[in-house]
């Protein structure tokens, strides 16, 4: 079974710059997440779909990131401009809805904002 | 607020001892919880979970064991092997959320 795929796996972007991160999940998962890791710190939730629908964005910064998945599968970050403190890990999940509701996470994308 | 605190950052244990990784929690919704291990440039990888109708569960070399009403979960490793020398996140949720909040992270170093 191949696992959570993501790309790129590391970006470096200029301050005010566009960026974009894409993620394709376990086959059958219905839910995705995606997580911001700073360093020294656990992952943080942005956003959490289940299938195609957002259906916790609280902690996503909406001023300058969106998400889509669209048909429910892949899923595509946006961050729009970045901001140096937006360097960190960025972390796709996925899991089932089923026990025992572990998460599966990909290899996750670093982000140098210079 | 932290709601999922692990107050060690580092652990150094010999090969073939125990390792003890500690985490504690705030929110008494939380009623399921997982430990995660992460090696450097990966993402983290699920070891082990525990749900709060049990006090312990025990998978291999790993165990987790859970005290609701001291708010406290560990994980033990034995016997404690190099190749255990990562990152070690624990996570909370509470049912029905599929939401989970983790801690800081534990850096497990085991030496040969």
């Known amino acids: 079974e191949a696992g959570v795929v993501q790309s790129p796996r590391y970006k470096i972007i200029e301050k005010k710059q566009p960026v974009a991160f894409w993620c394709n999940p376990i086959?059958?998962?219905?839910?995705l997440y995606w997580y911001r890791q700073n360093l020294g710190q656990g992952p943080e939730l942005l956003i959490r779909?289940?299938?195609?629908?957002?259906?916790?964005d609280s902690q996503l910064p909406k001023d300058r990131f969106s998400a889509e998945r669209l048909k429910g599968v892949d899923s595509t970050l946006k961050i729009q401009p970045a901001e140096l403190g937006d360097s960190a890990v960025y972390l796709c999940?996925?899991?089932?809805?089923?026990?025992?509701?572990?998460?599966?996470f990909g290899p996750g994308t670093r982000l140098t904002v210079t | 607020d932290q709601q999922v605190k692990q107050n060690s950052p580092s652990l150094s244990v010999q090969e073939g001892r125990i390792s003890i990784l500690n985490c504690d929690y705030t929110?008494?919704?939380?009623?399921?919880f997982l430990w995660y291990k992460k090696y450097p440039a990966e993402g983290p990888t699920f070891l082990i979970s525990?749900?709060?109708?049990?006090d312990k569960n025990e998978d291999g070399r790993f165990t987790v064991f859970l005290n609701k009403s001291a708010k406290h979960l560990s994980l033990h490793i034995v016997p404690s092997q190099p190749g255990d020398s990562a990152v070690y996140f624990c996570a909370a949720s509470a049912s029905g959320t599929y939401k989970y909040i983790f801690g800081t992270g534990t850096r497990l170093k085991v030496l040969a």
């Open positions: 999940a996925s899991s089932s809805r089923n026990p025992p509701y572990e998460q599966y």
């Open positions: 525990i749900s709060s109708i049990k």
């Open positions: 779909y289940e299938n195609e629908e957002a259906v916790d």
């Open positions: 929110n008494s919704m939380f009623d399921y």
């Open positions: 086959s059958g998962h219905n839910t």
